[in-house]
């Protein structure tokens, strides 16, 4: 059995892990990070691709943001398209000149994995049987890798593993609770390298479904359309995918679309899901270790952000300041911001999004709820202060 010691031991190397393992480098503190998959693997997950200006400053502050001052698209809008008309949000006026930046998460992972191995970091990729334990005195994490027995011993433990990850489900059934919501719909989504339908985001309600156009970059587009739950990636052809797109489009929206073949194409299930808290002893859970969101209201990877950020600072102020007040208030801190942007995404998906159950009344009120927002500064303003991020 291989034995090493650090201070904190990272399970996950998405954007969670590595941002807090980049944010403790940074900071000289000794960390590791052990990830299941190849760093290969991890980089090439496509996933979402907007980021709030507090995510934008972190990777900033983590010296990992070159790419994505170059790359990144600055957006101060998204349009609202409803009964066959767009409406624009302008973001920045309603926020005082706050705004998102389009800049895809699989681009972010890979910034933060060259800055990792510029830095020569130690990080067990492809490891297997990982197990924790121990997280209520002197943490252990023990896993198999290259051969090899390993046990990091550590003080403290960072569940950055996701939704499916072996941390969260690690903690007694009696020191957890967890709360969800499964949507009866999922997205699939689409990439493929040609030019986006528009200069911003448009999230489409429309009778068939809703739809989202978005993008990567001026040449890279990104399109998602609701499907049922029962249909499979293999039942949409490229050709299927664009037709039904146009036809939940707006007619000048529709004319200006180019289409082409998909690079990426998947269906993913949308749930709202919450852990409480979010840390057991010496064992913190971040991300979507201990949160998922519907991603129509773009939070999946600023949330993950903003528990980095807490939990960045609170380690650090425990190392170099010797105060454990960071780490006991990590998870209400968390929590706080955590349940506004579940509440946030949810609103979203249940304005955008066709229920088959719901009543024709349902229907009506929510038609009405989406025309006050759309029509009203202070329905706008809601709708724009949660997108570009509430404040941490
Ligand atoms: N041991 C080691 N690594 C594990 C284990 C395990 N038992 N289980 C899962 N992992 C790894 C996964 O392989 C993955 O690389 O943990 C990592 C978790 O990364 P993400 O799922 O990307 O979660 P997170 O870093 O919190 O980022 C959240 O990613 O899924 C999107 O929409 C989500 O944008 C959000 C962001
Ligand atoms: C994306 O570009 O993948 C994207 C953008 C906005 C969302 C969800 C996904 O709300």
Redesign the pocket.
Known sequence: MEIVKTKVAI????????LLGQLLYKAGIDHVI????SAE??AS?I??GILEQVSVDLLEQAGVDQNLKANGLPHSGIEILTNGKKQRVDLSLLTKGKQVTVYG?TEV?KDLIQAREHAELISFYE?EQ?QVDDFYSKPKVT?HYQGKDYQIECDFIAG????????RASVPEDKIKTFEKVYPFGWLGVLADVPPVADELIYVQSERGFALCSMRSETRSRYYLQVPLTDHVEDWSDERFWEELKRRLDPESREKLVTGGSIEKSIAPLRSFVTEPMRFGQLFL????AH??P?TGAK??N??ASDIAYLSSALIEYYLDGSEQGINEYSEKCLQRVWKAERFSWWMTHLLHRFETESEFDHKIKQAELSYILSSHAGQTTLAENYVGLPY
């Open positions: 399970i996950g190397s998405g954007p969670a892990g590595l052990i990830e299941q998959r693997y991890v997950r996933r979402a998460q992972t490891a990982v896993f950055c593993d996701g939704y499916h990850g072996v941390c971040a991300g979507d270790a998922i969101v991603p999946g990877l949330l993950a």
